[in-house]
């Protein structure tokens, strides 16, 4: 009887099938939108002939339209109804064109255009919108239990992060299709276009299947209702960033996190081709290093979030992060070292360890944010919020796009060259190494603002739920 009670407030514990079924979302978002962040430069410049200067503005232009259009979603989500559900609905509703122009995106029709590019690339960004805001409000309305949330975040990360392997394979799924010379598959030059759209499609159907999936598994129970939501509004969104501090600190902590991972994870294709000259099979040997610690790692957060608390775990992780970052700048730098592959892999497992750790469990800090804002103004405007983390998180994407291209430019990288300037090399490892790590030191400092402990989420979260009983 007691659990039943503790439920009817709120808390609710969720099956294994629903946990995987809500991580499924999140797992085929990183098939379509990581494959587009980590290498749609790539392809830009190498395949579809665009300058590195040119793909980077159009970068930043895209982000800027979604910074008028993710807050026009979140109010959407949130004053809407569809019977499919409030959150889940748009699964489906947004995954069908997101999927249809994420592919159009590795079309190669139109070689060099540049119009169009900016039109699959926006399209298909206010598509992914459409999705990931409403997804990211899923998560607070399926359960108000602290610990459950934490695991449920952690089922997810796990699930996103074997799509992102997924994706860290692309090269050599490329390279099935892609034409041969004397034996090997070339990925990176115009002939290659057709087994790039080939490998999209097959990654942007898998995750079709996965958001209905996503939307077959998880129902909301923990939604405004509909007499409050007739009263959000746009201006609900500039409102609450004002008066909700950790959700501030959150905003600002997406920036900065998302931005290292865009900039590191858009040079690393750049890195392994011409500072290291490796194939497609170590090239995706080399990046499943980057994801590998998300399975041995994220399964243990909650333990470790309850031995050092979760200041101690983003301080903890993303130090590691930082160190491994410093390895790999050093054994690249030093001659003796720099065409060492396997301390290559010793740097890179260091440093994705660091990151996927704490990067994964600070989308367990939504909910929290979400029900600090329902606790201090009685509205629980989980799409408008998850709109404005949107809006950040796609800021730090913006700089992972924009400021590698600057950066290749200035460094007068070549795509078409076999062999880049020593100053292209230096320019592409300050991507994959220095410029993160000084995100990373930034990053700490942000979190440290953070002041919603697991108790003080707990006083918050039954205050809410006796607010609601009194009515």
């Known amino acids: 009887m007691a659990n039943n009670a503790t439920e009817a407030k709120g808390f609710y514990k969720l099956s294994w099938m629903q946990r995987i079924g809500f991580g499924a979302g999140d797992m085929a978002q990183n098939l379509i939108y990581?494959?587009?962040?980590?290498?749609?430069?790539?392809?830009?410049?190498?395949?579809?002939?665009?300058?590195?200067?040119?793909?980077?503005?159009?970068?930043?232009?895209?982000?800027?339209?979604d910074v008028l259009w993710d807050p026009v979603v979140g109010t959407i989500v949130d004053k809407g109804n569809p019977k499919w559900g409030k959150y889940r609905s748009w699964?489906?509703?947004?995954?069908?064109?997101?999927?249809?122009?994420?592919?159009?995106?590795?079309?190669?029709?139109?070689s060099g255009s540049l119009l169009y590019a900016y039109i699959t690339y926006v399209g298909m960004s206010m598509c992914y919108t459409l999705v990931n805001v409403p997804y990211g409000a899923l998560n607070a309305s399926l359960t108000r239990d602290t610990e459950e949330?934490?695991?449920?975040?952690?089922?997810?990360?796990?699930?996103?992060?074997?799509?992102?392997l997924c994706v860290k394979s692309l090269p050599i799924i490329i390279a099935i299709f892609a034409p041969k010379v004397n034996g090997v598959a070339v990925y990176n030059t115009p002939d290659a276009a057709g087994a790039w759209f080939i490998t999209m499609t097959i990654f942007a159907l898998a995750g079709l299947a996965l958001l209905i999936f996503c939307f077959s598994q998880c129902k909301e129970k923990v939604v405004m209702d509909q007499k409050e939501a007739a009263n959000v509004k746009v201006s609900d969104l500039w409102m609450e960033f004002v008066r909700n501090k950790p959700l501030r600190v959150l905003a600002f902590f997406f920036i900065t996190a998302f931005a290292m991972m865009s900039v590191s994870n858009a040079a690393d294709s750049y890195f392994m081709t011409y500072n290291v000259g490796a194939t497609p099979?170590?090239?995706?040997?080399?990046?499943?290093?980057?994801?590998?610690?998300?399975?041995i790692f994220m399964p243990l957060v909650p333990a470790i979030k309850r031995k050092i608390g979760k200041k101690g775990m983003f301080f903890l992780f993303l130090g590691v992060a930082i160190v491994g970052m410093a390895m790999m700048?050093?054994?690249?730098?030093?001659?003796?070292?720099?065409?060492?592959?396997?301390?290559?892999?010793?740097?890179?497992?260091?440093?994705?360890?660091?990151i996927i750790t704490?990067?994964?469990?600070?989308?367990?800090?939504?909910?929290?944010?979400i029900a600090f804002g329902e606790y201090t103004s009685g509205k629980r405007i989980?799409?408008?919020?998850?709109?404005?983390?949107?809006?950040?998180?796609?800021?730090g994407m913006a700089l992972g796009g924009v400021v590698p291209g600057l950066v290749l430019a200035w460094v007068g990288f070549k795509a078409d060259a076999a062999q880049q300037t020593p100053l292209a090399e230096q320019g592409i490892?300050?991507?994959?190494?220095?410029?993160?790590?000084i995100l990373l030191l930034l990053a700490i400092f942000i979190i440290s603002k953070y002041e919603l402990s697991d108790e003080k989420m707990d006083e918050i979260n039954h205050a809410i739920e006796a607010r609601h009983l009194a009515e």
């Open 358 to 369: 704490a990067t994964g469990y600070m989308w367990a800090l939504v909910p929290e944010v």
């Open 382 to 395: 989980a799409g408008i919020v998850n709109a404005l983390t949107g809006i950040f998180f796609k800021a």
């Open 329 to 354: 700048y050093t054994f690249v730098s030093i001659p003796a070292t720099k065409s060492n592959f396997v301390l290559l892999c010793i740097a890179q497992f260091v440093k994705s360890t660091g």
């Open 91 to 110: 699964l489906v509703l947004g995954g069908i064109p997101l999927v249809g122009l994420a592919i159009l995106c590795f079309w190669n029709g139109f």
């Open 149 to 164: 949330i934490t695991i449920l975040t952690s089922t997810r990360m796990f699930m996103a992060n074997l799509g992102a």
């Open 429 to 437: 490892l300050w991507l994959v190494c220095v410029i993160p790590a």
């Open 281 to 295: 099979l170590l090239t995706t040997l080399f990046m499943w290093l980057g994801t590998i610690p998300a399975f």
């Open 34 to 65: 990581q494959t587009i962040s980590i290498w749609l430069l790539f392809f830009y410049t190498n395949v579809y002939g665009l300058n590195p200067a040119a793909a980077a503005t159009m970068f930043l232009v895209v982000r800027l339209v």
